[in-house]
């Protein structure tokens, strides 16, 4: 049995499926929503992961080898204003989990961001100092540091700039590709470098490592390096779309309440020597997506 808080993500969409092909594990998942799977060896519990005796008592009944959690408040601005609620489901979340799977003498997978570092110095390996400069990351530093503490039989994975097929959450790509299609003028930084990583590609990562005996850090980011609106033009270009709507702004200009590192991105190669994979560069995974647009037109029309 495989536990999966916050089933409900982006990186739960493309987790649950992956993990119901390529195993025979039975999935119990915890999500705030109702999820469509309908699937015999999935068990779905709509649960407030706030709720620390809840939680436990879903988690403790199903008795699961492994609990995954992809639950977080990534709501940059948000943390910076309600950080009560940052705090609950980035730091005291991963406390009750990593409690829990002590208890149960599983093996716990955390997804943590590269927003624990500064940005003056990217990108990162897993050795590198993290420095976070708001709260947001700050608080999934504290996440990181309880998983680790918390579970000896602990993996904690680092990502950045998560995109994928269209789904219910709304992504960078998604949202880029709804302004070219309804032609709204959106202004897009240039000064924020990350190295965007498919969805897939971070399944595969979470699936294989999960499923390994390994333990400790990872890094797991795509191939290439670029501003967010150099990201946003390789979109437009790469679907054919006029991309004068684009303005480039700086993070300064924009003003917004949290701080931004600006030179992040992971260095990947941890993982994946140990897998022995390579995580996809970005034209690769936008021909994934417009392969994946194909297949669904009829679903997504």
């Given at each position: 049995?495989?536990?999966?808080?916050?089933?409900?993500?982006?990186?739960?969409?493309?987790?649950?499926?992956?993990?119901?092909?390529?195993?025979?594990?039975?999935?119990?998942?915890?999500?705030?929503?109702?999820?469509?799977?309908?699937?015999?060896?999935?068990?779905?519990?709509?649960?407030?992961?706030?709720?620390?005796?809840?939680?436990?008592?879903?988690?403790?009944?199903?008795?699961?080898?492994?609990?995954?959690?992809?639950?977080?408040?990534?709501?940059?601005?948000?943390?910076?204003?309600?950080?009560?609620?940052?705090?609950?489901?980035?730091?005291?979340?991963?406390?009750?989990?990593?409690?829990?799977?002590?208890?149960?003498?599983?093996?716990?997978?955390?997804?943590?961001?590269?927003?624990?570092?500064?940005?003056?110095?990217?990108?990162?390996?897993?050795?590198?100092?993290?420095?976070?400069?708001?709260?947001?990351?700050?608080?999934?530093?504290?996440?990181e540091n309880i998983c680790v503490a918390g579970n000896a039989n602990s993996l904690v994975i680092r990502t950045n700039v998560i995109y994928g097929p269209?789904?219910?959450?709304?992504?960078?790509?998604?949202?880029?590709l709804d302004a070219l299609d309804s032609q709204t003028p959106i202004r897009v930084v240039d000064d924020q470098i990350g190295n965007p990583t498919y969805?897939?590609?971070?399944?595969?990562?979470?699936?294989?490592?999960?499923?390994?005996?390994?333990?400790?850090?990872?890094?797991?980011?795509?191939?290439?390096?670029?501003?967010?609106?150099?990201?946003?033009?390789?979109?437009?270009?790469?679907?054919?779309?006029?991309?004068?709507?684009?303005?480039?702004?700086?993070?300064?200009?924009?003003?917004?309440?949290?701080?931004?590192?600006?030179?992040?991105?992971?260095?990947?190669?941890?993982?994946?020597?140990?897998?022995?994979?390579?995580?996809?560069?970005?034209?690769?995974?936008?021909?994934?997506?417009?392969?994946?647009?194909?297949?669904?037109?009829?679903?997504?029309?």
């Open positions: 049995m495989i536990t999966i808080v916050g089933a409900g993500s982006t990186t739960g969409a493309a987790l649950i499926p992956m993990l119901l092909e390529e195993t025979d594990e039975k999935l119990q998942l915890l999500s705030s929503r109702p999820l469509a799977y309908d699937h015999e060896r999935v068990q779905m519990h709509v649960v407030n992961v706030r709720d620390k005796n809840v939680l436990k008592q879903t988690i403790m009944a199903a008795m699961p080898q492994m609990v995954i959690n992809l639950a977080a408040m990534t709501n940059v601005d948000k943390c910076e204003s309600e950080r009560q609620m940052a705090w609950d489901l980035n730091v005291t979340l991963v406390e009750n989990l990593a409690r829990i799977t002590r208890v149960l003498d599983a093996k716990m997978v955390h997804i943590s961001t590269d927003y624990v570092f500064d940005g003056t110095k990217g990108p990162y390996t897993e050795t590198s100092v993290p420095n976070p400069i708001n709260y947001y990351g700050k608080s999934k530093l504290a996440g269209p789904r219910e959450r709304p992504d960078f790509v998604r949202w880029v969805v897939d590609d971070l399944a595969e990562v979470i699936m294989r490592l999960g499923m390994s005996r390994r333990t400790g850090l990872y890094h797991a980011g795509g191939a290439d390096f670029l501003s967010r609106y150099d990201f946003a033009l390789k979109i437009a270009e790469f679907f054919k779309l006029d991309p004068s709507i684009i303005s480039r702004v700086t993070t300064a200009e924009l003003a917004q309440p949290a701080r931004r590192p600006l030179r992040l991105g992971l260095i990947s190669l941890k993982a994946e020597t140990d897998l022995r994979m390579r995580l996809r560069g970005v034209d690769s995974g936008l021909t994934s997506i417009r392969q994946y647009v194909v297949r669904h037109r009829e679903e997504l029309l």
